[in-house]
């Protein structure tokens, strides 16, 4: 397991992020160039090693928590600057968010993410919203949809 001091090291290596220190010796660290209202990347950093890194955005399968946040305790130096890479490429894109998922019947929805809500659109009707992008795709999977891959 890295160091509290190895972690800082590494994401102090993103000149994008800016650094904010809060209590109890915690950091966190924003994205202040986000399109998104959110701008945490690294949120309560803790000197014990504990962390975690904003992941709701990302393709990659990493176990977030109900805010998006993937725990970085355990990354090694290079999951490390992946996760944060990943986090900050996904709160720059401009394009929106959108995902085809499709059952067996070769029916399709779409997930979109539209002004920090996860819509379910059948064609141009929109058929659910949820508040995160696990609620979106747990509603999706046990309705038989499966995420097409890109």
Do not use: C
């Amino acid at each position: 397991m890295l160091t509290f001091e190895e972690k800082l090291a590494i994401i102090e290596s993103f000149p994008e992020l800016k650094r904010h220190d809060v209590s109890l010796g915690r950091v966190n660290f924003h994205y202040e160039e986000s399109v998104m209202d959110k701008k945490i990347v690294v949120y309560r950093l803790h000197p014990n090693g504990n962390g975690f890194v904003y992941a709701e955005l990302i393709d990659d399968d990493y176990d977030v928590d109900s805010k998006g946040m993937v725990n970085i305790r355990d990354f090694s130096e290079e999951e490390l600057r992946k996760v944060i890479k990943q986090s900050i490429d996904s709160l720059s894109e401009q394009e929106p968010f959108e995902e085809t998922w499709i059952n067996k019947e070769n029916q399709t929805l779409k997930l979109v993410h539209d002004f920090d809500l996860w819509n379910v659109y059948a064609g141009d009707m929109l058929d659910a919203t949820h508040t995160t992008y696990e609620a979106a795709a747990d509603y999706l999977q046990q309705e038989g949809f499966r995420r097409l891959e890109k």
